[in-house]
């Protein structure tokens, strides 16, 4: 028995294919979704999140809370106009902008509903839980000793008139000390309103994500195969003849690519048709915006199918160094696990796969009702990527071919 | 006419192909033999345009391959050594394929391949699935994509590498006809009858190199005057040995410490004397065999190894 599990780990060591597919891919998903979701470094400290905020009461007590929020660990105040900071909301530029409206003092003093609207962007609930949870118990802190001073103001002359004083300030901070125990009984009128820079109810953030991480990471899958195609013509000895033929070497990457392209666009049709027709996906309201996300996406795709199969001689290397390659460049680039509750320097990190163009892009158009001039910086970014990887593809094919007919 | 000049091609530090040079005549069915890894396929590939090389050149009826590759490449058809086809398409939409690239009208092409496929035997086939045919089949296939633009030039790699007979002779009759409307083809095979039958010049490759060549009758007279006597022998053998043994009487040479060459005049009689004189001297042999004064027996005595190791 025992040679027989010894011939198999000679088998399993003799193929590297198979050694970096049991080892080493485990431990670069687990280093990168351990970055990812912010867990390397035992010192390490959860991330600054930055939260625009208009100040329109201009009171102490609303520079007063702000100054608090500034203070927390956690949070990074940036003063803005509304305009502007509703702006970088839609764009997704930032998470949210906290409206601190006229007469918030006086509201506050008043033990009133304060005037507070939070306007954020609802494609990352994570980073709005989280500025939730930061900003609301600031604002319960600061507001209850007004709200216990004025239920107090409102009683004591009726029912404790030449009360001492000091009984008074007793009671006041009895009262108080309860109140901020029972939080929740004092939520009302002091948390933000809330509005969403989505209008359209119907609109799921969840969806947009689930369409557009899959379909990048199912076009590359797809297109890396199509585009090492080249590797299977070696394989089925069609390359050599088609060396002969009266057919320049960059003809067949060129068309290797076409292919890859029309497919991928083929593909991304019916993903988009399909979520479109039974889950709801919009897909009228900016058809222009989306055609151009859905012609980059397929271009660099593509162009990164082909070349991933320049630099390989088997097609079971370049599929085992593709899968890693692509499932890196999905994790980093959100489309396993959304950007925004990475770290900052993964989020940096990012810009680099050709997903996290192409799911931003799709989540200016999906979430944010973004036309085509909002995409297209976007989509020129997935076109550079897409020309530099042809380039480099062109500049290495005769050797390419050159190696794969020795 | 093909016109090779001092080719070379080296892979890794080792000469596949080494400052060969050869001259085909328009019309010539010119046969390359060697053994494996001879530079067969090396120097094939050097033609097709395949491959370039490092040195030397090759012109395809006066156009330089290297410089006016895709001109070249319209003159030439190439069979190669391995079935290249796609096995998941048709028969016939491999052979609209591969003949789309020759800027041939469609009412052309479309007769050429109804002619070929009536020619290979497979019209009633050409809406098969390549992977559903017999590996004869294919190798016909294979060959007729190679004629689908009607080239000047056809070249071969081994192309009746393991069919079987039917398909064999099917192959050779239209090399025949296909040599007879005037096409040079360039041809390797390992089929010794096949050069006999059908080649005009014959050339015996080894070491990337040309070692012989001429016609069947000019290889026999030249290289191959008599039968040969092989005598393998148990333990190695030096020259001064053998020549102690022997005497003057044999021309003989040793290949690989332990084979004896021996030419010999047909008859029993010598053969007897030189194995007498081997086991007087203690001489301890393994194995006797005869060769005639065929190609194979010429091949042998040429590169010292047998064609089909």
Redesign the interface.
């Known amino acids: 028995m025992i040679n027989i599990i010894i011939k198999d780990i000679q088998i399993l060591i003799s193929d590297w294919r198979s050694v970096l597919l049991t080892f080493l891919l485990p431990v670069i998903l687990i280093t990168l979704f351990v970055f990812a979701f912010g867990g390397a470094g035992k010192e390490q400290g959860n991330p600054v999140i930055d939260l625009l905020a208009y100040n329109n009461d201009k009171t102490f007590e609303a520079e007063n809370i702000l100054s608090r929020i500034n203070d927390l660990e956690q949070l990074h105040v940036i003063r803005t106009g509304l305009a502007e900071g509703k702006e970088l909301v839609i764009k997704g530029e930032q998470i949210a902008i906290l409206h601190i409206k006229k007469g918030f003092e006086d509201s506050l003093k008043a033990g009133k509903k304060l005037p507070l609207n939070l306007i954020f962007d609802q494609s990352k609930p994570y980073e709005l839980g989280i500025i939730k949870g930061l900003i609301i118990p600031q604002f319960i802190e600061q507001a209850i000793p007004f709200k216990v001073r004025a239920k107090l103001g409102e009683n004591i002359p009726k029912y404790m008139e030449g009360i001492n004083p000091m009984i008074v300030s007793s009671v006041t901070q009895s009262i108080e000390n309860d109140f901020m125990s029972n939080q929740d009984s004092m939520l009302e009128g002091l948390a933000p309103e809330e509005s969403s820079i989505r209008t359209v109810e119907s609109r799921s953030w969840g969806l947009i994500q689930a369409v557009a991480g899959t379909a990048v990471i199912m076009l590359l899958f797809s297109l890396v195969t199509r585009g090492a195609s080249l590797l299977t013509e070696k394989e089925?000895?069609?390359l050599?003849?088609i060396?002969?033929?009266?057919?320049?070497p960059y003809h067949i990457i060129y068309a290797k690519f076409t292919y890859g392209f029309l497919l991928g666009m083929v593909q991304m049709i019916i993903m988009f048709v399909f979520a479109s027709l039974v889950f709801g996906l919009d897909l009228q309201t900016n058809i222009a915006a989306i055609l151009l996300m859905m012609i980059a996406t397929a271009f660099a795709c593509s162009s990164f199918g082909l070349f991933i199969s320049v630099f390989f001689t088997t097609y079971q290397q370049a599929e085992i160094i593709s899968i890693i390659i692509i499932l890196v460049m999905s994790t980093l680039g959100g489309s396993m696990i959304p950007i925004y509750i990475m770290p900052d320097f993964m989020q940096q990190l990012a810009v680099i796969s050709i997903n996290y163009w192409s799911i931003q892009g799709f989540y200016d158009i999906f979430w944010r009702d973004l036309g085509i001039t909002a995409v297209l910086e976007k989509a020129l970014v997935l076109f550079g990527i897409g020309i530099i990887l042809i380039a480099i593809a062109r500049f290495f094919i005769l050797g390419s071919l050159?190696r794969l007919?020795? | 006419m093909i016109t090779i000049d001092k080719i070379s091609k080296t892979y890794n530090g080792k000469a596949a192909v080494d400052e060969l040079s050869l001259d085909i005549e328009t019309g010539t069915f010119f046969g390359i033999l060697g053994p494996n890894g001879a530079g067969k396929t090396t120097l094939i590939n050097l033609v097709t345009g395949i491959l370039k090389p490092d040195s030397g050149n090759i012109f395809v009826n006066g156009k330089l391959v290297s410089k006016n590759n895709l001109k070249a490449r319209k003159n030439i058809g190439y069979v190669p050594q391995d079935i290249a086809l796609y096995s998941d398409l048709t028969v016939l939409q491999n052979l609209r394929f591969w003949g789309s690239f020759y800027q041939k009208s469609k009412t052309f092409l479309d007769a050429r391949i109804h002619n070929l496929l009536v020619k290979i035997g497979l019209l009633d086939r050409k809406l098969s699935k390549v992977k559903s045919l017999s590996g004869g089949m294919k190798r016909r296939i294979n060959l007729a994509v190679a004629l689908l633009h009607d080239p000047e030039i056809l070249v071969m790699d081994e192309p009746t590498v393991g069919i079987d007979p039917q398909s064999r002779i099917l192959i050779h009759n239209i090399l025949s006809e296909v040599h007879s409307a005037g096409c040079t083809i360039l041809y390797t095979s390992h089929y010794l009858d096949e050069f006999e039958k059908l080649c005009d010049i014959i050339a015996i490759m080894d070491h990337g190199n040309i070692i012989a060549s001429g016609s069947m009758d000019d290889l026999r007279r030249n290289y191959a005057s008599s039968d040969m006597l092989l005598i393998e022998l148990d333990v190695p053998i030096k020259e001064d040995e053998i020549s102690g043994i022997l005497g003057n009487d044999f021309q003989y040479a040793i290949k690989g410490e332990r084979k004896l060459i021996i030419e010999t005049d047909p008859g029993n009689k010598t053969i007897e004397r030189i194995i007498c004189k081997l086991e007087q001297s203690n001489t301890s042999i393994k194995n006797v065999e005869i060769r005639k004064s065929d190609l194979e027996n010429l091949f042998f005595n040429l590169t010292g190894t047998e064609l089909r190791n």
């Open positions: 089925s000895n069609t050599a003849r060396m002969t033929v009266p057919l320049k050159k007919l020795q």
